[in-house]
């Protein structure tokens, strides 16, 4: 398999210096690799991925260590051909790429091997006077316990939709000169107990008008079930928590208004409440609770997005004892 060529390439030891990067410079033959050596930053980080890579790869035997190669195998090409696309900040999509692939290696040697792969969606073109581009990633889960189908959709259906939407049509005013880009990519987190992963989704773009947009979801899968977990799957049954959520974040959302002014209305019970039912804004770390709130949730686009940490700790007496977050 041709896979599994380049996986006996990967396991080659170093070749050049270690101020260099993982691989031998004097064989770079296309621009990816001729970039990287030519980087002291890029080339620390790809020694430091392939250290992480191999590390992991110790670990892992069977079906989980041919996931990882054959995914490793892809990310370099997802690498090569996202990246080359853009060749006036052909660094910089480099080194995004790296930290990104990185933080995922290490959350994948966290626990049990979650066996998520990585999609991408990446495009340019011209239309009229607009120039634009997507550089979509988004997460696949390919374990065999449980069905993932349904998450797995829902993931490949929002990126299909925002390459739609990064895309200029006829009515985007193609006469005046634009530069339409959109980027995506995922972190994923082990929350504690060793049940589920969260997909931590950010994405920034510029589509025309008079300033950029931007967002972090946050998606909790379970690993037992195979399926996306609201806030209602992780809290006791009931509506304490959401009480007990609104007191939380609404007290702290206050305090971050002293020094960053946001709409006050949107600390009002009712409507905090309505905000704080969103599946989307919890994002579930190994150390703590974060609730996101982007730009326009409550504040101004000014002032950027909030983010509240709540620790475990105070969270314990509301969460399911059986539910997939056991700290």
């Not at 990287?36 to 430091?48: G, P, V, W």
């Not at 195998?73 to 692939?101: F, M, P």
């Not at 991408?120 to 065999?144: E, N, V």
Request: glycine share 8%.
């Amino acid at each position: 398999m041709k896979w599994l060529a380049l996986f006996l390439i990967l396991l080659a030891g170093p070749a050049s210096a270690q101020s260099g990067p993982s691989f031998d410079c004097a064989k770079a033959n296309n621009i990816t690799d001729r970039t990287i050596c030519k980087d002291a930053d890029l080339a620390k980080a790809d020694r430091e991925l392939v250290a992480a890579y191999k590390a992991l790869l110790d670990k892992l035997g069977g079906a989980a260590k041919d996931h990882l190669v054959k995914e490793q195998v892809g990310w370099i090409a997802s690498r090569n051909h996202a990246c080359q696309l853009d060749t006036q900040g052909l660094a910089s999509c480099l080194k995004d790429r790296y930290e990104s692939r990185l933080a995922n290696l290490r959350a994948f040697a966290a626990g049990p091997y979650p066996f998520i792969g990585e999609e991408t969606l990446a495009r340019q073109g011209k239309l009229g006077k607009i120039t634009w581009s997507y550089d979509i990633i988004y997460p696949r889960f390919d374990g065999a316990n449980a069905d993932f189908s349904a998450v797995n959709t829902r993931f490949a259906d929002a990126a299909k939709k925002a390459a739609h939407n990064a895309t200029p049509a006829a009515d985007a005013r193609p006469d005046l000169e634009q530069e339409w880009s959109y980027s995506q990519t995922f972190a994923v987190d082990r929350p504690p107990g060793g049940n589920a992963v969260t997909v931590n989704l950010t994405y920034s773009g510029f589509s025309g008008g008079a300033h950029g947009f931007g967002a972090t979801r946050c998606t909790l899968v379970d690993l037992r079930t195979g399926k996306a977990v609201g806030p209602q799957g992780v809290f006791k049954a009931g509506d304490q928590w959401l009480k007990r959520m609104t007191e939380l974040v609404g007290a702290d959302l206050k305090q971050q208004f002293v020094d960053k002014p946001g709409f006050d209305e949107a600390l009002e019970p009712a409507n905090l409440a309505k905000l704080l039912g969103q599946s989307d804004r919890y994002c579930w770390t190994g150390k703590n609770l974060q609730v996101v709130f982007n730009s326009y949730d409550v504040g101004p686009y000014a002032a950027g997005p909030y983010e509240v940490d709540i620790s475990y700790r105070r969270l314990t007496p509301i969460l399911r004892p059986d539910g997939p977050i056991v700290p």
